[in-house]
């Protein structure tokens, strides 16, 4: 109330009602009025008191009030957020106690089973139930009965039964884990309430660093607990809050690559007859060769047995008869853009683009043929000299023979072309001096 007095015209009102409230007093009793705004021994000095200090303390004592009840709020969400994260682990030890109670049968289930293995000679197909000698038991005489409802046999039973051991075998390891690291969160959150209860009391002073500090542990251990820190406004120092706040707010990645759709952009070539030919640069172009860019019309090319690019032979309404030059002109290009452009020859699959279907999961590119057509043979040495060129230029050599040298992406080629024409000279120059040294050796044997 006296900090909002401070810069308002009530504050003179409220100065002269004070000052006519202690002349009063000084006429009527002897108690100093003065202690009832600050603690003072001298009660002769109220003839000295500041009213504007007075109000300005008193206005200092009730801002001092705000830390404490932000230190109250977060001591209180963080008891909360403490005994739901214990009951939540509370429930999940019940069930994991459950499914270890499960697991333990374990035992039982392999007896049964190893009791009618031990007796199948005298279960044949049929019988519903027998007596049996139990070995584990020191030969003692017990009745097997089979349950009809669920088995058809003992055979099929004990089959079952050793099935389902060997998976609880597995289960009840997993459960113990589990079990064991649920009741370890347990201790941990048990182990908080009681560091949070001595500073529960009225008494008791409430300690914002304190608080932090417990917090901070269990975050350090949330993966046992499953605590989830409390995060709120002015409940701790605001660049934690700032910083938290940050990791819980999703960031949105303007200009993503996901938001944006591939635009494919295969090769394209030209047929001897003037059709359209397409090659994919990569898996994203051969699955829109497959899908987007074909027609029913098309003829798809692969070279069989091997991976490499999608090749679609483009016919369109209005254009030209289908050649044999056109077929063998893409399907050298599936070959020369695949794993077998070593080859001197390989075969070519083809199909109709309808006949084309993607497997459910499969990555890109990856596609399987309904039903297949005429199979072709390529020859990747035919292909225009000018895309050898490009293909050597991307880590590529092709020799005499027309065959592609195997080797990795040519990073240094100037470099490399620098060193073959050096070898080069010098090979030369060495035969040079070789054919001089025999001339004149071949001179000297004249005299």
């Known amino acids: 109330m006296y900090h909002e007095l401070r810069d308002t015209p009530i504050r003179s009102f409220a100065s002269s009602l004070l000052q006519s409230s202690l002349d009063q007093a000084d006429q009527t009793t002897d108690v100093a009025p003065s202690s009832m705004y600050y603690d003072s021994d001298d009660e002769e000095d109220t003839e000295d008191v500041d009213v504007d200090e007075l109000l300005d303390n008193e206005a200092d004592d009730n801002d001092s009030e705000e830390p404490r009840s932000q230190t109250h709020v977060l001591y209180q969400a963080l008891i909360h957020s403490v005994q739901s994260s214990l009951a939540n682990l509370a429930k999940k030890t019940i069930s994991l106690q459950r499914e270890m109670t499960k697991a333990q049968q374990l035992e039982d289930t392999m007896h049964r089973a190893n009791l009618i293995v031990s007796n199948l000679y005298k279960l044949p197909p049929g019988t519903t139930s027998a007596q049996v000698e139990d070995w584990e038991n020191d030969g003692v005489v017990v009745d097997l009965v089979l349950d009809t409802n669920q088995y058809a046999s003992f055979q099929e039973e004990s089959d079952s039964l050793f099935a389902i051991a060997r998976k609880m075998k597995r289960g009840s390891k997993v459960v113990e884990e589990l079990l064991n690291a649920s009741l370890e969160g347990e201790e941990i959150l048990k182990d908080a309430l009681l560091d949070l209860t001595p500073i529960s009391g009225g008494d008791v002073q409430l300690d914002e660093g304190t608080l932090i500090l417990i917090q901070e542990r269990l975050e350090r251990s949330s993966k046992k607990t499953g605590f989830k820190s409390p995060i709120g406004d002015d409940m701790t120092n605001s660049n934690r809050n700032n910083n938290s706040m940050k990791k819980l707010t999703p960031q949105k990645k303007s200009g993503s690559s996901r938001n944006k759709k591939y635009q494919p952009n295969p090769r394209e070539l030209i047929s001897p007859s003037g059709h359209k030919v397409l090659i994919g640069r990569n898996r994203r172009d051969n699955e829109a060769i497959c899908f987007q860019l074909s027609r029913p019309t098309d003829i798809w090319m692969h070279s069989r047995g091997c991976p490499g690019a999608h090749v679609l032979l483009c016919i369109r309404r209005g254009s030209p008869e289908v050649t044999a030059e056109d077929l063998q002109f893409a399907a050298d290009l599936a070959t020369f853009y695949s794993d077998a452009r070593t080859e001197r020859k390989a075969e070519v699959t083809t199909a109709e683009p309808k006949h084309i279907t993607k497997p459910r999961g499969a990555p ?24 050898k060129v490009a293909r050597e230029e991307s880590g590529g050599a092709w020799d005499e023979m027309g065959y592609r040298k195997l080797g990795t992406r040519a990073k240094n080629k100037k470099k490399t072309a620098a060193v073959e024409k050096e070898t080069t000279a010098k090979r030369r120059e060495e035969a040079k001096e070789k054919s001089k040294r025999r001339q004149r050796k071949e001179e000297s044997d004249w005299f």
């Not at 039903?371 to 040495?381: S, V």
């Open 364 to 387: 890109p590119g990856a596609v399987t043929l309904r039903q297949e057509g005429k199979t072709l043979l390529g020859r990747p040495e035919n292909v225009d000299e000018s895309l």
